[in-house]
């Protein structure tokens, strides 16, 4: 089931009134307001506006964030030296993948964002290595989701490990399932705002984690004013959120451009789960959709239904 109830400022208590598509619209406009993707071997088109587009919907890129480079590369860079290095030793030794629990050479690349594998596999080239060299010496990779999957087997290193929940905890219990210990070392290029359940978990399994800042997730201010004026011209039936960030940028704009004035009922607000709707709501937007499963998929479902809904009143 999808939330349609808890929109709303968090400051006034009210419930606002299920909002309706502008008038005279015709299509249903959706502001996709993700940063553009970096992947290697993957279509430039955001996954979230093609699943809006296959379900007769009118994607409306807003990108309220962009990828920027980590602001001190060297610990991306001491990673990428550590894991050629590792390989080559490998190499030399004519060893494959050794998968013996307790192993020294037992070395994970663990990815749980399809946007560090670009930065990662650059700054491995720029070390004289690159995914032969890594498959041939037997490391083993693991990921969240399957856009990351995808674009790590794009880059050669096809997962061995992919948790069907896509959360750091199961990418966790699935690692550990695998035999992570004392003695295997795992290096995790990861946005510069990761969490730290999986490292602290692995450590806590007895693995050592080379931690390596592979890009930043910075605001684009000139997109969130672009989008502000977009709202309040009633140009888009719905905006969606990934991420709190994005809507905080968004919620700053919109103070500054509306003037005092309330959030327009003609655009509902999509969040992809209760963390970003929470973080979305704490910043002072409503939330009128939240899919029950995180995922870009179920996010385009909601607002497919919302759209297919309103259409019918």
Known sequence: MTDHSDGGSPSDGTRPRRPSRAPGASPFRVAVTRPPPRHPGT???DRLA???EARGLTPVPHPLLRLAPPADPDPLKQAAAWTAAWASRRSARNVHSDK???STDSVWLMVTSANAVAPFLEALEAEGAGADELRSAGLRVAA????TARTLEAAGLAPEVVPR???????????????????HRVIFPRADRAGETLPRGLEALGARVMRATAYRVVVDPQGAAALARAV???ELEAVTFTSGSAAR???????????GQPWPEGTMVAAIGPVTAGDAREAGLPVHLVPERASLEALADAVADAAAADAGE
């Open 232 to 234: 309040a011209r009633g």
């Open 50 to 52: 093609r699943h809006l």
């Open 43 to 45: 279509s430039a088109r």
């Open 165 to 183: 929940r896509f959360t750091a905890e199961a990418l966790l219990e699935a690692l550990a399932a695998e035999g992570v210990s004392a003695g």
């Open 100 to 102: 013996v629990e307790g």
């Open 144 to 147: 969240v989701g399957r856009a």
């Open 249 to 259: 940028a968004l919620a700053r704009s919109w103070r500054e451009k509306a003037a």
